[in-house]
């Protein structure tokens, strides 16, 4: 048997490196709260705020005392400075989000937007202007700029 001992990454420690030390370990408490905490970290921070913000808050953790549910308790252990820390950190998010899909808009916007509002009226002046060179083909190019001229000056 090698005597080389296993390292928890949840709980950073070093345990015997046996199956029963392990087994026992990984179905502990501590562990699983290790291992929750860990992956919380990688969580959405919007998912959090959820759960959390809807609980009332754990008096006796808050108060500095001693809960054994820790994250599983169906009161939140977040106090208000932390949870006013989500929130930012969610609207930052949806800032980040918000104007990516704004940016996404205008691009599209750019290119559909002539032929998309290009009612009667546009039409209308377009097949004025265009009439003698009707036999010609359209050049898509130009009606674009009178177009936007027309619509911002
Ligand atoms: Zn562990
Ligand atoms: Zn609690």
Not at 76 to 103: C, G, P, W, Y
Not at 139 to 144: H, L, P, V, Y
Request: charged content about 35%; glycine content about 4%.
């Amino acid at each position: 048997m090698g005597d080389k001992s296993y390292y928890c990454d949840y709980c950073c420690c070093f345990l015997k490196n046996d199956v029963n030390v392990r087994k026992t370990h990984n179905s502990g408490l501590v562990h699983n709260m290790a291992k929750l905490r860990y992956m919380r970290r990688f969580e959405d921070p919007r998912k959090v705020l959820e759960q959390e913000a809807i609980k009332e808050p754990c008096m006796r953790y808050l108060n500095g005392k001693y809960c054994k549910f820790d994250l599983m308790c169906k009161f939140t252990h977040f106090n208000e400075a932390q949870l006013e820390h989500l929130r930012k950190m969610v609207k930052r998010l949806e800032k980040a989000q918000t104007s990516k899909v704004i940016d996404k808009r205008k691009k599209h916007n750019k290119i559909i937007l002539p032929w998309y509002k290009s009612g009667e009226k546009n039409n209308k002046i377009i097949n004025h202007k265009r009439l003698p060179e009707s036999l010609q083909p359209i050049n898509f190019d130009r009606i674009n700029d009178e177009f936007l001229k027309l619509e911002w000056g």
